[in-house]
């Protein structure tokens, strides 16, 4: 049963019309996190939109006065060098007006590729700044690493940040980046695996949050990832 009402409409009337391949469990973890007592302020952030139907799902539970950023190539496909998804800024927009919380008005679409260093991102959308962020854009080694090392520095020091397809056949160069990323002791951490999504927060947080999801409804039991006690889902 999900608190946040939001979550609810959505899920009702939204989510199953926006192409994607974000799984339902999402709703459960995400309204968890929103219900706890830490991270309330702040937007969230999404790299990879395709049609923003993760976007929005997180973007339910963000108030209105909070800016958050879709980060996409869209029409840029020849950027897309690895062929994850294709974005549609036509088609977001659209799926904004009919389907997001804020009928879009809180959202800034930011059209680029998320490692080119021209975009100024931790300029544009503050250092420390976001409440939630997901990881879905280019799923190479090297994008993953540059995608976690921006998220560590957009993040809030509350915030979650959520990488997709660590656990997926088709994208290995995910679990490469992600490995890479941790072996060299970033201060942001796993706490939470499953339904092919790894969840992680700042190291100060971390206990923290693997408390609040040993919890969930969907946990099964804890898991070592790369030297960190988590949460299996
Ligand atoms: C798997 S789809 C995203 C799906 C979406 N998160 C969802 O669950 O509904 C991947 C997206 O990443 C975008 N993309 C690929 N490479 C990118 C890059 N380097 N920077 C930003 N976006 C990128 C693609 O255009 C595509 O829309």
Redesign the pocket.
């Known amino acids: 049963m999900l608190k946040n009402k939001n979550l609810v409409q959505y899920l009702a009337l939204g989510f199953k019309e926006?192409?994607?391949?974000?799984g339902e469990q999402v709703f459960t973890t995400l309204d968890l996190l929103d219900s706890l007592d830490i991270n309330k302020i702040g937007g969230c952030l999404?790299?990879?939109?395709?049609?923003?139907?993760?976007?929005m799902l997180l973007n339910q539970v963000i108030d209105a006065g909070a800016t958050s950023y879709a980060?996409?190539?869209?029409d840029n496909?020849e950027?897309?060098?690895?062929q994850?998804?294709?974005?549609s800024l036509a088609i977001f927009k659209s799926n904004l007006e009919k389907y997001d919380v804020h009928k879009g008005a809180n959202t800034v679409s930011i059209v680029?590729?998320?490692?080119d260093p021209s975009l100024k991102l931790e300029e544009v959308v503050g250092v420390g700044s976001m409440r939630f962020i997901?990881i879905?854009?280019?799923?190479t080694p090297e994008?993953t690493v540059s995608d976690l090392n921006l998220a560590c520095r957009l993040i809030n020091n509350q915030g979650v940040v959520i990488l997709?397809?660590v656990l997926h056949h088709h994208w290995p160069g995910v679990m490469e980046g992600v490995g890479r990323f941790l072996h060299g002791y970033p201060t942001l951490v796993p706490f939470a695996l499953g339904h092919n999504k790894l969840y992680l927060c700042k190291i100060s947080y971390q206990a923290y949050y693997v408390e609040a999801f040993s919890k969930c409804s969907l946990a099964t039991r804890p898991v070592v990832f790369y030297g960190h006690r988590i949460i299996a889902l």
Do not use: R
Request: proline content about 0%; aromatic content about 8%.
């Open positions: 926006v192409e994607g391949w974000c999404e790299i990879g939109i395709h049609h923003g139907q993760s976007y980060v996409d190539i869209f496909q950027m897309n060098i690895d994850s998804g294709v974005g680029g590729d998320s490692t997901s879905d854009g280019g799923h994008h997709d397809d």
